[in-house]
């Protein structure tokens, strides 16, 4: 090796040695992980055959949304079971998720939402969460497990079906 050579080597490794630095110098708790998580396990995992677009309406109150996925991707079926006190960490999907609440009670959070209010959903009710980014926070604030079982929609082929995310700020837990 030459001189010129050894001397850009030495230059990309000390800036290969900065960045390694920075990086583990670096917050790492940017996301918020989940807590009390007794269980997460998924059940199933298929994509669509033939091309198949999705779109949901809902009404709350006065406001609709409109969800709309072309050639939805994967589809994922999970079953989670969450302790009381316990959180899913705040996140955000892919694709729609539809959620059933077996039992318990489900305190949901909403990042945009200044007041920090909670859509309680107990034992026996259904909604969608519209994911494409929508950053959210389901809690046990019951004294039971909180059991929900989620099917998430236009998963992409990596399986990726949670996308964590930091906390907004807009609650005090």
């Given at each position: 090796?030459?001189?010129?050579?050894l001397?850009?080597?030495k230059?990309?490794?000390?800036?290969?040695?900065?960045?390694?630095?920075?990086?583990?110098?670096?917050?790492?708790?940017?996301?918020?992980?989940?807590?009390?998580?007794?269980?997460?396990?998924?059940?199933?995992s298929?994509?669509?055959?033939?091309?198949?677009?999705?779109?949901?309406?809902i009404?709350?109150?006065?406001?609709?949304?409109?969800i709309?996925?072309n050639?939805?991707?994967?589809?994922?079926v999970?079953?989670?079971?969450?302790?009381?006190?316990?959180?899913?960490?705040?996140?955000?999907?892919?694709?729609?998720?539809?959620?059933l609440?077996?039992?318990?009670?489900m305190?949901f959070?909403?990042?945009?939402?200044p007041?920090?209010?909670?859509?309680?959903y107990?034992?026996?009710d259904?909604?969608?969460?519209s994911?494409?980014g929508h950053?959210?926070i389901?809690?046990?604030?019951?004294?039971?497990?909180?059991e929900l079982?989620?099917?998430?929609?236009?998963?992409?082929?990596d399986?990726?079906?949670?996308i964590?995310?930091?906390?907004?700020?807009?609650?005090?837990?």
């Amino acid at each position: 090796m030459n001189k010129l050579s050894l001397s850009c080597f030495k230059g990309w490794a000390a800036l290969a040695a900065l960045a390694t630095t920075l990086a583990s110098s670096a917050p790492v708790a940017v996301a918020t992980p989940g807590e009390g998580i007794v269980s997460a396990i998924v059940y199933a995992s298929a994509g669509f055959v033939d091309p198949t677009d999705l779109r949901f309406r809902i009404t709350k109150g006065n406001d609709r949304e409109r969800i709309t996925v072309n050639n939805a991707g994967n589809t994922v079926v999970q079953q989670v079971i969450i302790a009381p006190a316990g959180h899913t960490g705040w996140h955000s999907h892919p694709g729609p998720a539809v959620v059933l609440i077996k039992s318990g009670a489900m305190s949901f959070y909403d990042s945009e939402d200044p007041s920090c209010t909670a859509r309680v959903y107990s034992a026996g009710d259904a909604f969608v969460d519209s994911g494409q980014g929508h950053v959210h926070i389901a809690r046990n604030e019951g004294s039971e497990n909180l059991e929900l079982w989620v099917t998430y929609f236009d998963v992409p082929a990596d399986g990726i079906f949670r996308i964590d995310a930091a906390d907004p700020g807009n609650c005090m837990f």
